[in-house]
C-alpha cells in the first residue's frame, strides 16, 4: 500500500513558500506558539501518531511552556493537512513542545513519549494507518540524541521482557517543522468530545517505562 511507504523526493507534492497562518497565542497556556521562545527553554519533537491526543498529553504537563503541531521529516514545504494524509509528502505529524528543563527534563519527556503511544506499530497508531503516523523522536542538540537513543534501548528491554515487538521509532536530527492550520492547534482543547480526548486510547498492555 502506497499510504505505508514513504515517498523519495522526487514523488512528493511540490508544496508552496507561504507558511501557515496560526495563532500568537496558545488557546489552554496562553503563551507564544512561535519562536522567539524565552531563552531559559528547549524544544523537542516528537511524533506519536494522531498530533491532536499527543499535544494535550505534553499541555498538560507541568514545565512546558507552549505545543503547537505541525508536520516535519518530509520533503513538501508547507503542505496542507489534506497533502500529509495523502502520503505524497513524506511528513510526519508531530508535535513542538517548548519546555523549561529547570523543572521537567528532557528525560521525562522521552518516558511520556514511549508511554503515550505503540512505538512497535510502524506506520500505523491503533486504527489511524498512514506514514503521517508513525512514531519518531527529533533531537535538537548531541544531548537529545544520547538520551532518545538510550531510552530507546532502555524501553526495548521493557518490550522484550513483555513479549512485544520491536521499535520502529525514527530518531533523527530535528527537521524543519512545519505548522499545521490553526483548527488543529489544541484541537482537544477546543473540540473536547472529538476524536482520541485520551492519548491512551491507541494503547493496549504496553509496559511502563522502567524508573
Known amino acids: 500500500m502506497k499510504m505505508l ?7 512528493a507534492l511540490p508544496g508552496r513558500s507561504s507558511s501557515m497562518r496560526v495563532p500568537d497565542r496558545h488557546a489552554v497556556l496562553h503563551t507564544t506558539m512561535q519562536r522567539p521562545f524565552p531563552s531559559s527553554t528547549q524544544t523537542a ?22 505545543t503547537a503541531v505541525g508536520y516535519a ?39 511520556i513519549f514511549w508511554q503515550g503511544h505503540n512505538p512497535t506499530s510502524g506506520m500505523r497508531q491503533g486504527n489511524d494507518v498512514g506514514t503521517q503516523y508513525r512514531s519518531g523522536i527529533y533531537y535538537s542538540d548531541e544531548q537529545q540524541r544520547n538520551e532518545a537513543e538510550n531510552s530507546a ?12 515487538g520491536s521499535i520502529t521509532t525514527e530518531i533523527l536530527p530535528a527537521p524543519v517543522f512545519y505548522y499545521a492550520e490553526a483548527y488543529h492547534q489544541q484541537y482537544l482543547a477546543k473540540n473536547p468530545g472529538g476524536y482520541c480526548p485520551d492519548i491512551t486510547c491507541h494503547v493496549t498492555g504496553l509496559p511502563t517505562f522502567p524508573s
Not at 45 to 66: P, R
Not at 86 to 102: C, I
Not at 153 to 164: F, S, T
Open 73 to 111: 521529516s518530509g520533503f513538501t514545504p508547507n503542505p496542507l493537512y489534506e497533502e500529509v494524509c495523502s502520503g505524497l509528502t513524506g511528513h510526519n505529524e508531530v508535535v513542538l513542545v517548548v519546555f523549561d528543563p529547570a523543572i521537567i527534563t528532557f528525560s521525562r519527556l522521552l518516558q
Open 5 to 11: 511507504q514513504l515517498p523519495d523526493a522526487a514523488e
Open 45 to 66: 519533537l516528537f511524533g506519536m501518531g494522531c498530533f491532536w491526543g499527543a499535544e494535550k498529553k505534553f499541555w498538560q504537563t507541568e514545565g512546558v511552556y507552549t
Open 153 to 164: 534501548l532502555i524501553y526495548q528491554k521493557a518490550l522484550d521482557n513483555a513479549g512485544m
